[in-house]
């Protein structure tokens, strides 16, 4: 027979894994907020201590500043030097 010190011991270890399966089952079906524009992303995870469009916007008018329209360039790195096929500049001609 196990003695009651034991006992406790098993029930809080219980215990401590139901609460990590809830966390994990809840973190799979958390969504976060995610801002994009050009090559920058952003995601954040929801809290009620964010204020995501006031956050977002700052964000945006921080990038807008510091980078004016090149902010919207999309680079992608490796492909600087790559010719479009047969010298055309675009998909219609």
């Keep these: 027979m196990t003695d009651s010190s034991s006992r406790e011991e098993d029930i809080h270890m219980a215990a401590e894994l139901m609460e990590a399966k809830m966390a ?4 799979k079906t958390q969504m976060t907020h995610m801002l994009r524009m050009g090559n920058f992303h952003i995601e954040i995870v929801p809290s ?8 977002f916007t700052k964000t945006m008018d921080n990038i807008w500043d510091r980078f004016g329209k090149d902010a919207l360039e999309v680079k992608v790195s490796g492909m600087e030097n790559m010719k479009p096929p047969n010298g055309g500049g675009g998909m219609h001609k």
């Design 24 to 27: 994990l089952g809840q973190a």
């Design 48 to 55: 009620q201590d964010i204020n995501i469009e006031e956050f």
